[in-house]
């Protein structure tokens, strides 16, 4: 069973730049499908970015075009998400998931953007104008 804990969250002035950590355990990173995603206050969750470790393909959706990077160490068995110049409307709960289909040994079919099982608790990330 794929479990994540994501880490990285804080209170930031706008413009200052933050490193999501979601650690991955139960399963090699490497052999699922793993997104990052926001749901601030009173709106609906948003898709950011998507990784598929296996196909090595990236998809960034349209809030996270431009200041955000997803990446991953598979040593660490860890996903990442760098934002840059974050904005006070960046403030929200960030959250990691992970499709439950393990890729290592078949085609999948892409899991982006809302085809994600396993949920983190979130992080919050609160941006100060």
């Known amino acids: 069973q794929v479990q994540v804990v994501e880490s990285g969250g804080g209170l930031v002035e706008a413009g200052g730049s933050l490193r999501l950590s979601c650690r991955v355990f139960g399963v090699k990173l490497a052999d699922y499908q793993m997104g990052w995603f926001r749901q601030a206050p009173g709106k609906e969750r948003e898709t950011l970015a998507c990784i598929d470790p296996p196909s090595e393909s990236i998809l960034y959706e349209e809030p996270a075009k431009g200041r955000f990077t997803i990446s991953q160490d598979n040593a660490e068995n860890t996903l990442y998400l760098q934002i840059n110049d974050l904005k006070p409307e960046d403030t929200a709960t960030y959250y990691c998931?992970?499709?439950?289909?393990?890729?290592?040994?078949?085609?999948?079919?892409?899991?982006?953007?809302?085809?994600?099982?396993?949920w983190g608790q979130g992080t919050q990330v609160t941006v100060s104008s």
């Open positions: 998931a992970a499709n439950n289909r393990d890729c290592s040994n078949s085609w999948c079919p892409p899991a982006c953007p809302h085809d994600f099982n396993s």
